[in-house]
């Protein structure tokens, strides 16, 4: 299984902003340079991520995005969940283009579904704060002073 880019950057943002110092302002521009990710494609994700209620923007000149609630709050397993639109293993888990012949005999569809569900459940189990426990670390291999 693999995630798409798409929820891998806005855990980068997350990460990223929850690891500023506190009332601190995040900006694309210095996400965008930490993470070598095109400002555009940021924009789209902090966008995504402000209607989820997980961060807020600010606009204007001194703006930038906070986190919304404290990263205690945010859990991985529902970020994962939000930024991800299928979790189609294989062609048989989706009936609507699924032309597998063997899908009614099929064992390996119910081996990935439970191995899909304890990826699930293993996420579901940390927070944002969990992935800052090295936050100072963080902060240095990010730049953040």
Request: proline content about 1%; aromatic content about 6%; overall charge neutral.
């Amino acid at each position: 299984m693999r995630l798409k880019k798409y929820t891998d950057y806005a855990l980068r943002v997350l990460i990223f902003t929850a690891s500023k110092k506190q009332g601190t302002l995040a900006n694309k521009k210095e996400i965008s340079e930490v993470f070598n990710i095109s400002e555009n494609h940021l924009g789209k994700i902090i966008h995504e991520l402000n209607k989820l209620g997980l961060i807020d923007t600010i606009r204007g000149r001194s703006g930038g995005i906070r986190l919304a609630k404290p990263a205690a709050e945010i859990n991985v397993g529902q970020v994962v969940r939000a930024m991800e639109d299928d979790f189609h293993l294989l062609e048989c888990f989706d009936r609507k283009t699924n032309y597998c012949v063997i899908t009614p005999a099929c064992k390996l569809k119910h081996v990935l579904n439970d191995a899909l569900m304890a990826f699930l459940e293993v996420v579901d189990q940390y927070t944002l704060e969990d992935l800052l426990t090295n936050q100072e670390e963080l902060q240095e291999l990010m730049g953040i002073k």
